[in-house]
Nanobody, 123 residues
């Protein structure tokens, strides 16, 4: 129904920056919330940042002031600009999107996840 494809992860030195992108495709009628989560080795998945269709944002305390989430509603794409990266930001980052899909004349709800992209912060 709806697929998410992430890009932009990689290896960066402490203090550096990366920009993640996540594009949604498929039978999309509308997307409400989009967000980024991460899972570090040995830890539970946590919300990093989220954004509503109207542009309201929410951030984890650990990334406030360093990360910025944004979205392009025409391209069905969400971005995560990560600045001043720290080693503790090292994790697999996952994109999530929730909204309504269409199938012929029918509509239904979707809650989709991307495959994940690795971010490693190390000198």
């Amino acid at each position: 129904q709806v697929q998410l494809v992430e890009s932009g992860g990689g290896l960066v030195q402490p203090g550096g920056s990366l920009r993640l992108s996540c594009a949604a495709s498929g039978s999309i009628f509308s997307i409400n919330n989009m967000g980024w989560y991460r899972r570090a080795p040995g830890k539970q998945r946590e919300l990093v940042a989220a954004i509503t269709s109207g542009g309201s944002t929410n951030y984890a305390d650990s990334v406030k002031g360093r990360f910025t989430i944004s979205r392009d509603n025409v391209k069905n794409t969400v971005y995560l600009q990560m600045n001043s990266l720290k080693p503790e930001d090292t994790a697999a980052y996952y994109c999530n999107a929730a909204g309504t899909y269409y199938s012929g004349s029918r509509r239904g709800r979707f809650d989709s996840w991307g495959q994940g992209t690795q971010v490693t912060v190390s000198s």
